[in-house]
């Protein structure tokens, strides 16, 4: 068992990243580096016991988004954006391809290192469960492995952001019970709603349909409550 946690700091300027780092380290976390998406998707592949990536969106060649679609082609590690790019459009296009947070320049110590605590507590709660806490969860067509953290379809196996995954649990949790946009991304972001997080909660349904629903269009699994939000029966 390993003795911390690890985070990858991610960004093409090196102050940056000193300074992430500092940041890491006196809180306790074991730090890597990369100054572009290419270098860190190799390490991603390289350090399978990496715990959280911090990735800049903005850098030369490969961008954030880029390596963070192309980690999720063989990885569920949470990813965590920072940038001083905070228009929708562009947080929308992070979530789609994968990534779980988003953290706007500039930001204090606080508030990087609650997000850096949250993220990486959710990842190992489910990845660490213990043995007599196997429990194997059946929707429709779908399984949930809540050991093993894994999601199939038809027995074949979905792979599912760590925000995907957080979202689904919840309401397979809370199965029969209809959840308010609101209520959703305070219970899995655990931030304070504001007018803007129910795009963000939409965004993580449309994309979780798309991967467990047979006709996205006509959700059977994750069904619209007109008027109270979402549920699983």
Not at 37 to 56: C, F, P, Q, R, Y
Not at 135 to 146: E, L, R, Y
Not at 186 to 208: A, D
């Amino acid at each position: 068992m390993k003795d911390m946690n690890r985070v990858l700091i991610v960004d093409d300027e090196a102050d940056i990243r000193k300074l992430l780092n500092i940041y890491l380290k006196k809180n306790g976390y074991g730090v890597l580096e990369a100054e572009n998406g290419s270098a860190a998707i190799e390490l991603v592949k390289d350090n399978t016991d990496i715990d959280l990536v911090v990735m800049d969106i903005m850098m030369p060649g490969m961008s954030g988004i880029e390596a963070c679609s192309a980690i999720r082609e063989f990885s569920t590690v949470p990813v965590m954006f920072l940038t001083a790019k905070t228009q929708e459009p562009v947080k929308e296009q992070a979530y789609d391809m994968g990534g779980d947070d988003f953290l706007a320049k500039p930001f204090t110590q606080e508030e990087f290192i609650r997000k850096v605590y949250a993220l990486i507590r959710r990842y190992n709660v489910y990845r660490g469960k213990e043995d007599n806490n196997i429990q194997i969860v059946s929707v429709g067509n779908i399984t949930i492995d809540t050991y093993k953290r894994i999601v199939t379809k038809d027995e074949e196996v979905i792979k599912l952001t760590d925000k995907e995954y957080a979202l689904l649990a919840f309401l397979v949790e809370n199965r029969g019970k209809s959840w308010s946009l609101e209520a959703l991304y305070e219970n899995i972001w655990q931030e304070k709603y504001l007018p803007s997080s129910s795009n963000t909660v939409m965004v993580h349904v449309l994309r979780l349909r798309q991967k467990i629903e047979d006709n996205p269009a006509q959700p059977d699994i994750i069904r619209t409550i007109y008027g109270k939000g979402y549920q699983i029966d």
